[in-house]
């Protein structure tokens, strides 16, 4: 099953079983973020890419520069742990990283999530179903994006909306400490491709966060690049 398959399933599970004023908002809110313009201010193919040193949930720094020291970079934005579309695309990618691996591609997915971020969600009242789609580990770098600063250079960020943010205070997540600020900042779910150049040479930039780039099209640009 195609990963933007898995998503509309869970779309359709979340409208069927979650109440309905929970619903309502989850709708709300995901139609005021695709009237977003964050497809004019994107990054697009052939920009350059923003250089960056991030850390990885071991406090390890990475750069830009080192990750294209091994060939073409794939980095995707991750928008956090409570979000179950972002598992099930880290699930999807880390099962496809071997041929990512294979194609030349290094994979590394960018969040504004903190390290506290996946104790607090599943310390919340979010349902049981929500937290057990947490990818907790990856065998490919999870990078801590503090306030969305590389993801607002790329032309991705988003505030969430009200009814998302009433969403999470109906379910007591604090999306605050989980980021740990109160910015309610975040990314749209792109997924570049960066070349050693340190030039775009794939954009997916869905500007609805309930899809995503499927690895099989990553590996299929990869390989042509």
């Known amino acids: 099953m195609s990963l933007n398959k898995e998503i509309q399933n869970t779309i359709n599970n979340f409208r069927e079983n979650f109440p309905p004023e929970l619903t309502a908002l989850i709708e709300q809110g995901a139609g005021e973020i695709s009237a977003m313009e964050i497809l004019e201010v994107a ?8 250089d960056f040193t991030l850390e990885d949930r071991k406090g390890q720094s990475h750069s830009l520069s080192s990750y294209l020291s091994n060939g073409p970079l794939v980095i995707t934005f991750y928008r956090g742990a409570w979000c179950p579309y972002c598992n099930l695309q880290l699930a999807a990618y880390n099962v496809h990283l071997d041929k990512i691996k294979a194609a030349g591609g290094t994979l590394i997915a960018v969040t504004p999530e903190t390290p506290e971020g996946i104790p607090t969600f599943l310390d919340s009242g979010v349902p049981d179903e929500m937290k057990a789609s947490v990818i907790s ?21 988003f505030k969430l909306p009200e009814a998302h943010i009433k969403l999470f205070e109906l379910m007591n997540f604090d999306i605050e400490k989980a980021n740990g600020n109160a910015n309610y900042t975040f990314s749209d779910p792109a997924t570049y491709i ?9 954009a997916f930039v869905p500007n609805n966060y309930r899809k995503r780039a499927n690895p099989e099209e990553i590996i299929e640009q990869l390989k042509s690049i």
Do not use: V
């Open 137 to 157: 580990d990856t065998d490919f770098d999870i990078l801590h994006d503090p306030d969305n600063k590389l993801g607002k250079e790329f032309g991705l960020e």
């Open 43 to 50: 990054l697009k193919k052939d920009d350059k890419a923003p």
């Open 194 to 202: 960066i070349g050693q150049d340190g030039l775009i040479k794939w």
